[in-house]
């Protein structure tokens, strides 16, 4: 068994993959053998660290030091300086944004050091290729523990007590779930992993199955047991090429070990899993749906009752978990209920993770304690908003969910809490806006996306969110009437109330809760054909202040459309007829002549 | 197809486990080998080495290794210093591979200082 001095953690999450890492990974294999230090050194490809705008990035353990946006030029460096020569190369290590000279390791930054990390405990830190490396990480310890020493009843009773909810959106309570398949009685059940993680900007479930794709293994042979199946689904979306492969081959290495497959550590329980790859419908995420594509039919929802648990895949009991629950499973069982659910607040238990987006310095993946303020998150973890500017809203739970305004930052992360606010905890996808966001162009951008993917069984979605998003693309193209925002509200109301899925009752969501907090930017547009954010291209005008201007042309040069007329030395003129709002002449002017109204 | 039993499970469970504290830079022990120029010149190298090859062993604890810069006493090195969490550090000078597995043996796993190669040869250090 080789040891080794110190470890280089490079990144091989999709964020860090897609921006070079594989390079990165190869250079520092080549120049460590080159310089002879393969065999103190060793190479590890994790999986998503967290700190996505940062990468490509590298860890140096034991250290614990953070070189970020590496190129392949700058690994001899990193080689020479602090692998061979230990010294730390302060040019391409993190430092914190404000502004300290220090370079902070790991443990210290912000980002890190605020954040609880106990479903990613491994993201980042194993090789998720490697079986016996989970293994080494406490892996497959609980599967064993439930086999050799519990009944599934004893199991259930344990999630039960743990307090767990479903992290896909809904919140239902995981061991109760369980606890209706185990009661219905079947020849043969199911458990199916619900990966098709659809939200724009949501990607918790694809770095869990990247970065440890064992544990969600563990969580569903556990969930087997529990409720007596001996066949598990993975339905993973093809978007998702990285975990789909990473997926596959954790299965064959557990086949391999007997950790799949029949009579699991001697028990009486066997069980194996199989991969489903969907085409990537948002509506494939409802669990009915979902059990459609698996059965080889349409993605279409169909009423409930009969709830999965009783009537599911094939017609069969079945229970449909998300990536995160099941990933938290093998930590209920191994430090038990009462650790678990002494993390969180009275109704909400244990952690959450959340994708960090938009308008925020530190975007990327971050586990917090439930009940955590939002402010911490957006603040100490995210490092707040850039370029100065302030914090308009955050939205939470994607097109199921709402904003939630700024005088509303100090709200608990919990799951009633956010629901309180008209947001919903939804799968994690968290969008950070600055003040130069439109209320009514995000709203309008939901809706487009819901209308997309609207299945079309059910006329309420089907027509009412069509309805809905031809009154908001009227009132951003300044065509806007009175009674707009009136009928918005009464479409929305009647959609949640009649629609037959989940993305029906809650696609009226983003609308409403923008109306709520936002009204006066929605009348802003329909009476005054004024956009207050100066987003929505029909209602804004450029003009050039000619006190500002020096005649200098940039603007003239750079117009795509040739748009702006004059000559030199002058302040030219923008010939509206011919602008088309794109802003080009705005952002480089550089002596701020170029008016928005 | 074999399969594997609870005992195989944990005994793959303890191998790895030593690989993955480094890595979150935790383990109970810390070693650091002084790597200046002086300390390489003077054989720091194999003594690294040997250190890492002791710790492939089944048996031993988690260990962090890291190598840091000249302490100033050139002219002993190469300079090794081990510290145990709760405990101070100790310095063994003078290090050669020889040394260095026996310090690991009875300082590393046994817990007991190996007083020999602590002394500096100057009272005053």
């Known amino acids: ?597 | 197809m074999k399969k594997i039993t609870l005992q195989e499970l944990n005994r793959i469970r303890d191998r790895y486990k030593r690989l993955l504290a480094p890595r979150k830079g935790e383990g109970l022990i810390k070693v650091i080998v002084h790597m200046g120029t002086c300390g390489i010149a003077s054989g720091a190298r194999e003594v690294m080495s040997t250190l890492l090859e002791e710790m492939s062993r089944e048996d031993v604890p988690e260990i962090t290794v890291a190598q840091s810069g000249c302490i100033g006493l050139c002219d002993r090195e190469p300079v090794v210093t081990v510290i145990r969490s709760g405990e101070p550090p100790v310095r063994y000078y003078r290090m050669n591979p020889e040394k260095m597995r026996r310090v690991f043996q009875e300082h590393l796993i046994e817990g007991k200082i190996v007083k020999e190669f602590t002394e500096t040869g100057d009272e005053n250090l």
């Open chain 1, 1 to 597: 068994m080789k040891t080794y001095r110190s470890y280089v953690l490079v990144c091989m999450g999709s964020g860090c993959l897609s921006s070079g890492g594989k390079k990165i990974k190869d250079a520092f294999v080549s120049e460590i053998e080159k310089r002879g230090l393969d065999k103190e050194v060793k190479v590890v490809e994790t999986g998503c660290i967290g700190v996505c705008d940062l990468g490509p990035l590298a860890i140096l353990q034991p250290e614990g030091v953070v070189y970020k946006k590496l190129t392949p030029l700058d690994v001899p460096l990193i080689v020479e300086e602090h692998l061979l020569k230990g010294r730390v190369v302060e040019k391409l290590a993190y430092r914190p944004p404000s502004g300290e000279k220090k370079i902070a390791t790991l443990q210290e930054i912000d980002f890190f050091r605020f954040q609880q990390k106990n479903v990613l405990r491994n993201c980042g830190v194993i090789d998720p290729t490697s079986i016996e490396e989970y293994i080494g990480a406490d892996g497959y310890q609980a599967l064993a523990k439930v086999l050799t020493s519990m009944s599934p009843e004893e199991v259930i009773e344990e999630i039960k007590k743990s307090g767990l909810r479903g992290r896909g959106g809904a919140g239902f309570p995981t061991g109760l779930k369980w606890e209706f398949a185990r009661k219905a009685k079947s020849d043969k059940k199911y458990i199916i992993c619900n990966a098709d993680e659809g939200d724009p900007g949501a990607f918790m479930d694809r770095s869990l199955l990247e970065g440890d794709p064992h544990s969600v293994i563990e969580g569903m042979a556990i969930g087997a047991y529990a409720i007596g199946a001996d066949q598990g689904y993975i339905y993973v979306r093809a978007e998702y090429p990285l975990a789909v492969e990473r997926v596959e081959l954790a299965i064959k290495q557990a086949r391999e070990l007997g950790l799949l497959g029949k009579n699991i550590f001697d028990s009486k329980f066997s069980f194996d899993v199989e991969i489903r790859v969907g085409a990537g419908a948002f509506v494939c995420g409802e669990e009915t749906a979902l059990i459609a594509s698996i059965e080889g039919r349409r993605g279409e929802p169909r009423p409930r009752p009969p709830f999965p648990a009783q009537s599911g895949l094939w017609g069969k009991p079945t229970i449909i978990n998300n990536v995160e629950t099941l990933a938290n499973i093998p930590l209920v069982i191994l430090k038990g209920a009462s650790w678990f659910s002494s993390i969180g607040t009275e109704k909400s238990k244990g952690t959450k993770i959340f994708a960090l987006a938009g308008d925020i310095r530190n975007t990327g993946l971050v586990e917090v304690p439930m009940g955590i303020p939002l402010r911490k998150i957006i603040y100490d973890i995210g490092g707040g908003i850039p370029k100065g500017r302030k914090l308009k809203a955050v939205q939470i739970g994607g097109p199921s969910g709402g904003c939630i305004p700024r005088e509303h930052l100090d709200v608990p992360v919990d799951y009633e809490s956010l629901q309180e606010l008209g947001a919903i905890m939804g799968s994690g996808g968290m969008i950070v806006m600055d003040e130069n966001t439109c209320m009514v162009d995000v709203a309008r951008f939901f809706m487009e996306f819901i209308q997309e993917e609207s299945c079309g069984k059910c006329p309420p979605c089907r027509i009412g969110t069509k309805r809905m998003l031809e009154i908001l693309n009227r009132i951003t193209e300044g065509k806007g009437k009175e009674g707009d925002i009136e009928r918005l509200i009464e479409l929305g109301e009647n959609i949640k109330r009649t629609a037959l899925c989940g993305l029906g009752q809650t696609a009226p969501n983003p609308v409403l809760s923008t109306i709520k907090y936002f009204r006066e930017e929605y009348e802003a547009h329909i009476r005054d054909k004024r956009c207050p954010a100066r987003v929505c291209r029909n209602l804004i005008t450029y003009t050039i202040d000619e006190e500002k201007c020096i005649g200098c042309m940039r603007c003239v040069k750079i117009c795509p459309q040739n748009a702006i007329v004059g000559e030199k030395g002058k302040p030219p003129r923008i010939l509206q007829e011919k602008c088309i709002r794109c802003g080009i002449c705005y952002e480089n002017c550089k002596f701020n002549a170029i008016k928005v109204r």
